[in-house]
């Protein structure tokens, strides 16, 4: 396993799903996790709790990733906490899925306000106040490969961010920060399952070479790895984790 002992790791959306099983890891694996949440307070501090329950060390704080002010405010707090930010993880984002004659306006906003946005405000505080040699990891999806109908504005905030992953990857590299994306395909989470018929969740799961969805804890062992210094020499690259499904 990766030692990531005495790093500092902010995890956005971190309090359930992919987010939650991304935390859980990298406290196992010695990190210190800062928990960020935009509405479920509860939940976070449940997470916080069973983190610190287990041996870890873990804090809570509160943004909406979507709004500046408040992610500087989140940045402040959490290195006010622990001194520093070695890794940022933005796994935050949400998915709406209709045809692109059925999205409204607000659909299409709200996507890329918190998925494109979101990405984008976190990474710029991280451009001066990230700690010199430290990681990002930014979340994109397996979807952007293939053509899934009603999928188009959620795949066009994916692509948005891959860009933004490469770009800034040659802006902050000289203080020895590296930049990647990783790609989950479907996986067991609430943001994939809502609204899905059990036919529709087992033909996707056709897909991959091992006939299932992915579960959380898949992501997270990438995200493990992605994060610690055996990959540093990785950066600006997209990383499909995804069974094989594309």
């Not at 010199?132 to 009603?150: E, H, Q, Y």
């Not at 040659?170 to 899905?196: A, H, Q, W, Y």
């Amino acid at each position: 396993m990766s030692n990531l002992t005495e790093k500092v790791i902010l995890v956005t959306g971190a309090s359930r799903g992919i987010g939650a099983a991304i935390a859980h890891k990298l406290a196992a694996a010695g990190a210190k996790v800062i928990v960020n949440y935009a509405g479920s307070q509860d939940v976070a501090e449940q997470l916080v709790n069973e983190i610190k329950g287990q041996g870890g060390d873990a804090l809570a704080i509160q943004a909406d990733v979507s709004n500046s002010a408040q992610v500087k405010a989140m940045f402040d707090t959490a290195i006010a906490h622990y001194g520093r930010i070695d890794v940022l993880i933005n796994n935050a984002g949400i998915m709406i899925t209709k045809l692109l004659k059925d999205t409204t306006d607000e659909d299409f906003t709200r996507q890329f306000d918190i998925n494109v946005r979101g990405t984008f405000n976190t990474m710029r505080e991280a451009a001066t106040r990230l700690a010199d040699n430290g990681t990002i990891i930014n979340f994109s999806t397996s979807v952007n490969r293939i053509m899934l109908p009603a999928y188009g504005t959620y795949v066009a905030t994916k692509a948005a961010v891959e860009q933004l992953t490469r770009v800034f990857s040659k802006e902050v590299g000289s203080r020895g920060i590296n930049v990647n994306s990783i790609s989950p395909g479907p996986t067991n989470t609430e943001l994939f399952t809502n609204g899905k018929s059990q036919e529709v969740i087992d033909r996707l799961a056709s897909l991959s070479a091992f006939n299932r969805i992915g579960e959380p804890e898949d992501i997270a062992q990438v995200v493990l790895f992605l994060a610690s210094d055996e990959a540093k020499w990785i950066t600006a690259q997209n990383i499909g984790a995804n069974g094989g499904m594309a």
